[in-house]
């Protein structure tokens, strides 16, 4: 059954993607739910996991090169609620060769504005000192989808005007969603687009302006979503058609069809048809996802993009980073044309742990 599916099919069914340019340059992004003490594990048990990704990633990433020549991205958003500063030193030896980002997690329930936005400068401090952000902006995804206290029954956040804190504390682009079959998903699917916090209700991020050439930034944040669509190829009992939401897990393997699937949705900046983005999100410090993360799942999957897009296709890969995504849609929007590997550091530069 395709769970809370009336928030979003609607606007599934009516959208038209835009037509296939050729070439399209095709944008790769795995933003990672990273949590290392998930599921109450010990410190200990936090290390392991941190030093399994530190030992492994290279290995399976190595393998892989895009058009750029660079190795697959990876973009750790890490919990401030569960801050090791050893975790982050081995990340910060990770994305130091090459690897990856760091960019911030939360999970908070019955918050208020000034508390999120003091933990959110306090992780900031903290981060910065592990060589991490770029000059003092982050990307941000909440923890359990309840971006703006989205969730009907007001949990798992609590603050109405976060977009407003988000804005004001340094937040470039927040990568949450899709989140669906979660009741936080919006109306709005398979979009780049700004949102305007109403500081009196929640949700505010449920429709907005999309992102396009030639335009202006508006509103308070820019909210950058993965692919939402519907799963033919994979159907609940052979019949109904399940939810393709760009999920990376041990329950959710990446075939050739789910990739053609992302692609197929044209995620974009309006106007420019040829530069699609395809952000996919896994939960990657999880035992059960190491495989789908960085084993040899994760190496399929990357088998399948290079031949989807390497393959004398029309699609060319480049493999990006949450920070290097928004700057590629800030260069979009600016009109900015020719090879797009020019445009990876065009507003933010890399953090100094990248320099």
């Known amino acids: 059954m395709l769970k809370n599916v009336h928030l979003w099919l609607p606007s599934y069914l009516q959208r038209r993607p835009p037509p296939l340019v050729v070439p399209t340059h095709v944008f790769f992004c795995v933003v990672d739910h990273y949590e290392p003490l998930w599921n109450k594990a010990s410190r200990h048990q936090g290390l392991e996991r941190v030093e399994h990704w530190f030992k492994n990633y290279p290995r399976m990433a190595d393998r892989f090169h895009d058009a750029d020549g660079h190795p697959p991205q990876h973009t750790f958003f890490y919990p401030a609620?569960?801050?090791v500063p050893d975790y982050l030193d081995l990340l910060a030896r990770l994305c130091r060769r090459g690897y990856g980002e760091v960019e911030i997690h939360l999970h908070h329930d019955n918050d208020t504005a000034e508390n999120f936005r003091q933990t959110i400068e306090n992780f900031k401090t903290k981060l910065h000192n592990h060589g991490f952000l770029?000059?003092?902006?982050?990307?941000?995804?909440?923890?359990?989808?309840s971006l703006d206290n989205s969730r009907p029954d007001g949990r798992w956040c609590g603050v109405n005007n976060e977009l407003h804190?988000?804005?004001?504390?340094?937040?470039?682009?927040?990568?949450?969603?899709?989140?669906?079959?979660?009741?936080?998903q919006t109306h709005k699917i398979n979009s780049i687009y700004y949102a305007t916090d109403d500081p009196l209700r929640p949700k505010s991020h449920d429709t907005g302006v999309?992102?396009?050439?030639?335009?202006?930034?508006?509103?308070?944040l820019l909210i950058v979503q993965g692919p939402l669509a519907l799963n033919w190829t994979n159907r609940k009992f052979g019949v109904v058609p399940r939810i393709e939401n760009s999920e990376v897990a041990s329950n959710a393997t990446v075939s050739a069809d789910r990739i053609r699937n992302w692609i197929a949705q044209r995620i974009g900046v309006v106007g420019k048809p040829d530069w699609v983005f395809v952000k996919v999100y896994t939960h990657g410090c999880q035992e059960t996802n190491f495989d789908t993360a960085l084993g040899q799942s994760a190496a399929t999957m990357h088998e399948h993009l290079q031949t989807i897009c390497n393959g004398g296709s029309n699609f060319v890969l480049h493999y990006v980073a949450a920070r290097e995504m928004f700057n590629l849609i800030k260069a979009a929007e600016a009109g900015q044309t020719g090879d797009p590997n020019q445009y990876r550091d065009f507003v933010l530069p890399p953090p100094p742990v990248r320099q």
């Open 165 to 184: 804190v988000l804005r004001d504390t340094g937040c470039y682009a927040d990568f949450t969603l899709p989140s669906a079959p979660s009741e936080c």
């Open 210 to 220: 999309d992102v396009r050439v030639g335009g202006k930034p508006s509103g308070d």
């Open 81 to 83: 609620e569960e801050y």
């Open 134 to 145: 770029s000059q003092g902006r982050y990307g941000f995804i909440h923890g359990n989808w």
